[in-house]
């Protein structure tokens, strides 16, 4: 079971994960039939998810740009 979104508003989906060492800007990829099960839009230049909620609120997770640079760094 994964949790999307934080206290505010969140959803729960189940994930299969394979496990890469790899080094990348991003923590997770999240693949197709996860998104759509979410209900996901991607906006790539801003580095967000939305989502509705199981209440129909939308729920945004973003990422900085600083954080992902910070990240590629390490």
């Known amino acids: 079971m994964t949790t999307f979104g934080d ?3 969140s959803k729960f989906i189940i994930i299969k994960y394979l496990i890469l060492n ?3 800007l991003y923590n997770a990829f999240i693949g197709y039939p996860s998104l ?3 209900g996901a839009i991607i906006l790539t230049p801003y580095l967000t998810m939305k989502f509705p ?3 129909g609120r939308i729920i945004a997770v973003s990422y900085t ?3 992902a640079h910070e990240t590629s760094l390490h």
Request: net charge positive; glycine share 6%; aromatic share 0%.
């Open 36 to 38: 759509n099960e979410l």
């Open 53 to 55: 909620s199981k209440d």
């Open 7 to 9: 206290k505010k508003g």
């Open 22 to 24: 790899s080094c990348t």
């Open 65 to 67: 740009h600083l954080r």
